[in-house]
Structure formats: structure tokens, C-alpha cells
């Protein structure tokens, strides 16, 4: 199934112990966390009933609350650990996460980007 109709956080700033060291890790620094999550929107926008949406706020809340759990070497394992929480979500039949950090000289941000599907049963 293709998936189109989306809503999304953007940009949302997570403090997480994260890094390939024991130094990096040692103290919280701030990621950037994005997501797409898709699921069918139109029931939603004619009825303007959230049940049939996402809740960003809780969203966003089990991101931070998992996040904080850290600590996390990779920011790979940051970006599955987001998928997780936005599956969880009972209408959600996938999702793109993109989470950046910046830690290099002369570049914005590194990081990684997944796209997670729903498994069907």
C-alpha cells in the first residue's frame, strides 16, 4: 500500500546520552527528531475528530520519556527507537524518522534517517 496522507513533528529538540564514547555519552546533548507518520487523514478532516488521528503532544511526549532512557551509541539506534514509539500508535501504518545531531566542523548536522512500516498480522 502506498502511503501519502501524513502528519508530522518537525524539528523536535530531545536531550539523549548519545555517542560512540563513554565522554560523549556521559552527559546529554541535544538531538534534533523529525517525523512523517502515515496513516488515512480524510475520516479525520471531515469529522475534525482526533480519536482518528495522532495525538502530536503524546507523540512527542513518548519520544522524550524513551529517549531519556538512553544511553544510545548510535544515532541509528535513536532513530529505531523513535519508530517504535510512533508504531505503537493503533492508526499508524508507517513511519519516517529523521534525527540529526551536530557535532563536526563545517557541517549543520549528521545523522540518520529510517522509514518503518506496520507489520501485518
Given at each position: 500500500?502506498?502511503?501519502?496522507?501524513?502528519?508530522?513533528?518537525?524539528?523536535?529538540e530531545?536531550?539523549?546520552?548519545l555517542?560512540?564514547?563513554?565522554?560523549?555519552r556521559?552527559?546529554?546533548?541535544?538531538?534534533s527528531?523529525?517525523?512523517?507518520?502515515?496513516?488515512?487523514?480524510k475520516?479525520a478532516?471531515?469529522?475534525?475528530?482526533?480519536?482518528?488521528?495522532?495525538?502530536?503532544?503524546a507523540?512527542?511526549?513518548?519520544?522524550?520519556?524513551s529517549?531519556?532512557?538512553?544511553?544510545?551509541?548510535?544515532?541509528?539506534?535513536?532513530?529505531?527507537?523513535?519508530a517504535?514509539?510512533?508504531?505503537?500508535?493503533?492508526?499508524?501504518?508507517?513511519?519516517?524518522?529523521?534525527v540529526?545531531?551536530?557535532?563536526?566542523?563545517?557541517?549543520?548536522?549528521?545523522?540518520?534517517?529510517?522509514?518503518?512500516?506496520?507489520?501485518?498480522?
Amino acid at each position: 500500500m502506498a502511503h501519502t496522507d501524513h502528519v508530522f513533528i518537525d524539528g523536535m529538540e530531545v536531550a539523549c546520552r548519545l555517542g560512540t564514547t563513554e565522554e560523549e555519552r556521559a552527559f546529554p546533548q541535544v538531538v534534533s527528531v523529525s517525523v512523517k507518520i502515515y496513516l488515512p487523514l480524510k475520516r479525520a478532516a471531515e469529522s475534525e475528530d482526533l480519536s482518528l488521528s495522532v495525538d502530536y503532544a503524546a507523540v512527542a511526549d513518548d519520544i522524550r520519556r524513551s529517549l531519556a532512557a538512553g544511553p544510545f551509541v548510535l544515532v541509528e539506534a535513536v532513530a529505531e527507537m523513535v519508530a517504535h514509539c510512533v508504531l505503537k500508535q493503533p492508526l499508524v501504518e508507517a513511519v519516517t524518522v529523521r534525527v540529526e545531531k551536530r557535532i563536526l566542523a563545517g557541517i549543520r548536522a549528521v545523522g540518520a534517517e529510517v522509514h518503518r512500516e506496520r507489520k501485518k498480522t
